[in-house]
């Protein structure tokens, strides 16, 4: 018992260093498997297929900038009066109407690839936002805005999550 207390404090144990060999084995194998999982997920490519934009970027030229502000021009005189009366049928200030119909616009210039779906509030979701997010308070948000914040937070979950697959079940 006397020969434990006189070792020093850098000597190991036969127990101590099989310990330290196998945490050494442990944290080399985490190692590869997170490189392995950095290189597949987060390259140039997959950077590509969720940025659109850094495509098309590089070859945008001006001719494409009187077309564009056609388009945008056009969309914006629709959604604005849309905006606003879904924000009615939904209860909401009408604010919340125009911040939901350009936020979907602005976002889907950099991250969107379809030119077949449909951005900002529509009749259906606003319906059920009104039936969830109503509140005593008049013009309160709070509810509809945590409903957003929720949706948003799924939808972000299921894309770092590549559960994308889903949607093409259906």
């Given at each position: 018992m006397a020969e434990q207390w006189q070792k020093g404090p850098n000597e190991r144990t036969p127990l101590l260093a099989e310990q330290s060999h196998f945490t050494n084995q442990v944290q080399a194998k985490m190692k590869t498997k997170v490189k392995s999982c950095c290189q597949k997920y987060w390259s140039l490519n997959n950077l590509k297929a969720t940025l659109p934009c850094i495509k098309w970027i590089p070859q945008y030229r001006l001719k494409h900038f009187q077309c564009d502000l056609i388009a945008g021009l056009t969309v914006g005189l629709t959604v604005i009066p849309q905006g606003l009366a879904y924000a009615r049928i939904a209860e909401l200030p009408p604010q919340y109407g125009l911040y939901s119909a350009f936020?979907?616009?602005?976002?889907?210039?950099?991250?969107?690839?379809?030119?077949?779906?449909?951005?900002?509030?529509?009749?259906?979701?606003?319906?059920?936002?009104?039936?969830?997010?109503?509140?005593?308070?008049?013009?309160?948000?709070?509810?509809?805005?945590?409903?957003?914040?929720?949706?948003?937070?799924?939808?972000?979950?299921?894309?770092?999550?590549?559960?994308?697959?889903?949607?093409?079940?259906?």
């Open positions: 936020m979907g616009c602005f976002v889907y210039c950099f991250l969107g690839t379809s030119k077949d779906i449909t951005l900002g509030p529509t009749a259906i979701m606003s319906l059920m936002t009104a039936d969830f997010a109503h509140t005593p308070v008049k013009d309160d948000a709070t509810y509809a805005i945590l409903l957003t914040l929720v949706g948003g937070l799924i939808q972000l979950a299921m894309g770092l999550f590549k559960l994308d697959y889903e949607i093409d079940l259906t």
